[in-house]
């Protein structure tokens, strides 16, 4: 099974997956172990049941179109029926089954192998609770944004996961009884790498709220909008760590040091409201 691969853009510029640092490693299943499925890998949490995020290897010039089969979703029995969060919790309400790694993205390659990355897609541990509106929406149209953008560059490495905070609603699926943990996402994250012009890497990361808005909430991410973000934002919402060299190769990071710095600090916000494709800062 060929999962996510360090080198998928260069064998000059690996990518490693992102570590996880504090609470998120004494959550994360199995010590972290890294999930192999076809063209992408994902690492679990054991206390959410959903996973800490997905990796995904995406060659859009070998894309192969493959049909949608909604009666493809299955557990992964490495993982275990117990550490993933079923079908259950999707029945008869507004969530949906939203994927992690995009099923389109990894169907590449020969046509068995798309199908297998297509199968593999289905596995409850690559989606997540996620809102009708958020999944039919501002999610969907980032994915096609992100791919349009860079529908002639030969890889992409897209890395995806839950946010969740410490007030997430519990959600026990419309029969299920209070108490079982399971806990609707804040938001999710995003993160595209590839290749620039200049054969260096390069980045943008964005970040989506699905949670409703309080009149007690303080949070500064509006419930529906797309935000660009340096990848630093992403680190500090998910307990993740990112190889040192791609923070800087983030068009939103000289802000951020800008910031910190203290100079011009209202040049620019270090999170952008995203409408629309022309909106996204790649460079």
Request: glycine share 6%; net charge negative; with cysteine.
């Amino acid at each position: 099974m060929m999962g996510y691969d360090p080198f998928f853009l260069s064998e000059k510029h690996p990518i490693p997956l992102p570590t996880l640092q504090g609470r998120i490693s004494q959550e994360a299943l199995d010590n972290g172990h890294v999930f192999d499925f076809t063209h992408f890998s994902i690492v679990m949490n054991r206390r959410t049941r959903f996973a800490v995020f997905s990796a995904a290897c995406v060659d859009v010039s070998r894309a192969v179109d493959i049909p949608r089969n909604n009666s493809a979703w299955h557990f992964d029995e490495r993982i275990g029926v117990e550490n993933q969060v079923g079908p259950e919790y999707y029945a008869d309400n507004d969530y949906d089954r939203g994927h992690l790694t995009r099923r389109r993205d990894i169907c590449w390659g020969d046509r068995r192998e798309a199908q297998d990355a297509n199968y593999d897609s289905f596995c409850y541990a690559n989606i997540a609770l996620q809102h009708h509106e958020f999944n039919t929406g501002v999610w969907n149209c980032l994915e096609d944004w992100v791919l349009q953008k860079w529908n002639t560059a030969p890889r992409l490495i897209i890395l995806t996961g839950p946010i969740h905070k410490d007030d997430d609603e519990e959600y026990c699926g419309v029969h299920g009884e209070a108490g079982c943990g399971v806990r609707v996402p804040f938001g999710f994250w995003k993160t595209a790498l590839y290749l620039d012009k200049q054969d260096q890497v390069a980045s943008v990361s964005f970040l989506i709220r699905q949670s409703p808005e309080r009149s007690r909430d303080q949070c500064e991410y509006r419930r529906l909008v797309t935000y660009q973000v340096p990848l630093e934002t992403i680190a500090k919402e998910t307990g993740l760590q990112f190889d040192a060299g791609l923070y800087a190769r983030n068009p939103l990071s000289t802000q951020l040091r800008l910031v910190a710095a203290g100079t011009e600090a209202a040049a620019l916000p270090i999170r952008l409201p995203v409408y629309s494709p022309e909106d996204i800062r790649w460079t």
